[in-house]
């Protein structure tokens, strides 16, 4: 808000705003964005959606981690292929 009342009015010539602006217009982007919750929350699901590879690749050898990741960025590759023609 500071930053905001230092810089606005001198650029543009709008009046300062106070607390309560300030906290409407953080409302106001935070539904405009969607971006609801922290970074915190996040992070830990982002794991529980990719734990069944994670599992997977751990009873692997380095060998068999090595061809599994090849056959799928080649799968990957082959279906973006697929996708352009």
């Known amino acids: 808000m500071g930053l905001w ?3 606005i009015p001198a650029i543009t010539g ?8 300030a906290l409407g217009l953080a409302v106001l982007f ?3 964005t ?3 919750g922290g970074h ?3 992070h830990f699901g982002h794991r529980g ?4 590879l994670h ?3 751990h009873g692997m050898s380095r060998e068999e981690r090595k061809e599994f990741i090849m056959k799928r960025l080649n799968r990957f590759s ?3 292929a697929n996708y352009e023609e």
């Open 14 to 21: 709008w009046s300062c705003i106070n607390y309560w602006q």
């Open 78 to 80: 082959d279906e973006q």
């Open 40 to 42: 915190f929350g996040r």
């Open 55 to 57: 599992e997977r690749m």
């Open 49 to 52: 959606r990719h734990r069944h």
């Open 30 to 32: 935070r539904l405009l």
């Open 34 to 36: 969607g971006h609801f």
């Open 5 to 7: 009342n230092l810089l």
